[in-house]
């Protein structure tokens, strides 16, 4: 019978993500992972399997925590719309602060790993698509409330939203006040703006 494990897969999964986020994927080294983690090589491996297979684990808890965290941000505000502002602004403000160059894990991954290795590029884009699928109940509720425009399909403006805050990422990480962050910002909320007939009823 094996030994009991000593550690929180999830605690430990939690400081994976900062490492491999602060290192990248290539550069991480397994010392770095031991003293990132607190656990050592053997024990790691054999909760999660080699490297790679704890790099996917936590792209995939990532991308768990991402959507939860769209949730709460869209929690904010007197409406859905309301919602759905805050989110691209603190999502804006996150890609122009004094963090932006981590930029996004995902958004890092899918430049740095994902052309070269089909599984990450496949955990990569399921984990977009988890972080689009959670914005469009939000979308659909505003809408259902007239309070933003029938004129975009509800899953076409969620990924258009994921995509174009993944773009502020990325851009974000090259200047510490990007004009182009700030117009794309701007874009994206004028997408919220409702010029509906129910606007006016």
């Known amino acids: 019978m094996g030994r009991p494990k000593t550690f929180d897969e ?3 999964l939690d400081r994976a993500i900062e490492q491999f986020w ?4 290539h550069a991480v080294s397994v010392r770095d992972l ?7 090589k053997g024990s790691l491996y054999a909760a999660f399997g080699d490297k790679r297979a704890l790099f996917l684990a936590s792209l995939r808890r990532y991308a ?3 959507a939860v965290q769209i949730r709460e941000l869209l929690s904010h505000g007197a409406d859905p719309r309301a ?3 805050h989110y691209l602004r603190v999502r804006g403000k996150g890609c122009t ?3 932006r160059t981590r930029g996004c894990l995902l958004a890092n991954t899918a430049a740095e790993v994902a052309p070269h290795d089909p599984e990450v590029r496949a955990v ?3 984990s977009f698509a988890k972080l689009a699928a959670a ?3 939000a979308i659909l509720e505003a809408q259902e409330k007239g309070l933003l425009s029938r004129r975009h399909d509800a899953r076409e403006l969620a990924a258009h939203l994921v995509v174009l805050v993944q773009g502020m990422s990325v851009v974000g990480k090259t200047e510490p006040d990007s004009a182009l962050v700030r117009s794309s910002l701007r874009f994206a909320l004028s997408l919220l703006e409702n010029d509906s007939p129910e606007k006016s009823r």
Do not use: I, N
């Not at 602060?22 to 994927?25: L, P, R, V």
């Open 83 to 85: 919602g759905l502002e």
């Open 10 to 12: 999830d605690a430990v």
């Open 97 to 99: 602060g004094p963090g």
């Open 34 to 40: 031991e003293t990132g983690t607190g656990v050592l």
């Open 22 to 25: 602060t290192t990248g994927y």
């Open 64 to 66: 768990d925590q991402s």
């Open 124 to 126: 990569v884009g399921q």
């Open 135 to 137: 914005l469009v109940p």
